[in-house]
């Protein structure tokens, strides 16, 4: 019958859909441990328990310390509904071709719906199912990028940021759907004087380095070396 057959077509695309689900959760559980493997454990480990207000990464590049600062908001945007972050440089052009692309490449599994919307050039944020919200921006940008209010604040390349502009990203840590706020550094190491440093010296941040030796990808080979 009529009713039989419209039955059917509905259990069918019920059953189509959930296949699809679970073929999404399946590739999403193999991108997200490929793309881990390339940060070290214990890197890794410090970041997820880290609640500090205030923490440096520093590291080469290669190192896997944007993958980790990437893949910490990620997770928190994924698990916690209304979540805010802001990703930044001191100039957004210089995300595109770096971070952003890092994070669709690298840190957002293929098809996610956070995808959805304009271009990295003009992207302004990735939005995802459950509201939360990754924000891209510049600290040439005062305007849009220090009155908002977010729950975690990532500085990529923060030896090009000078220490008013972080002071002032301090003021915007107040989304309070985490149970601490925080405020990463990510940079390549700067010289002894940098105000970073100082400021990890006199511990107003916590410090944590990465190394190729502590790299999956590249630690190996560095180790034989030294055997």
């Not at 004087?193 to 590249?218: E, I, Q, S, V």
Request: hydrophobic share 35%.
């Amino acid at each position: 019958s009529f009713d039989d057959n419209e039955n059917y077509l509905v259990y069918d695309l019920l059953d189509r859909v959930k296949a699809e689900a679970k073929r999404r959760d399946e590739i999403t559980a193999r991108w997200f441990d490929v793309n881990m493997g390339q940060i070290a454990p214990e890197l890794w480990a410090k970041f997820q328990e880290s609640k500090d207000p205030e923490v440096l990464v520093e590291g080469p590049a290669g190192t896997g310390k944007t993958l980790a600062t990437l893949h910490k908001v990620h997770l928190f945007a994924e698990q916690v509904k209304g979540f805010r972050a802001l990703i930044c440089r001191k100039s957004r052009r210089d995300m595109t071709d770096s971070v952003l692309k890092t994070w669709e490449s690298d840190v957002l599994p293929p098809l996610h719906p956070a995808m959805r919307g304009p271009g990295r050039m003009t992207r302004h944020s990735y939005t995802y199912p459950n509201g939360s919200e990754v924000v891209v921006g510049g600290l040439d940008d005062a305007s849009k990028t220090f009155s908002a209010e977010y729950d975690i604040v990532v500085v990529h390349e923060a030896t090009e940021a000078t220490e008013d502009d972080w002071e002032k990203l301090q003021r915007s840590l107040r989304n309070h759907k985490l149970e601490y706020q925080q405020a990463i550094a990510e940079c390549n190491p700067g010289h002894a004087n940098h105000w970073l440093n100082l400021r990890a010296k006199l511990g107003r941040m916590r410090r944590m380095k990465a190394t190729f030796a502590d790299n999956p990808f590249h630690g190996p080979a560095i180790k034989a070396r030294h055997l």
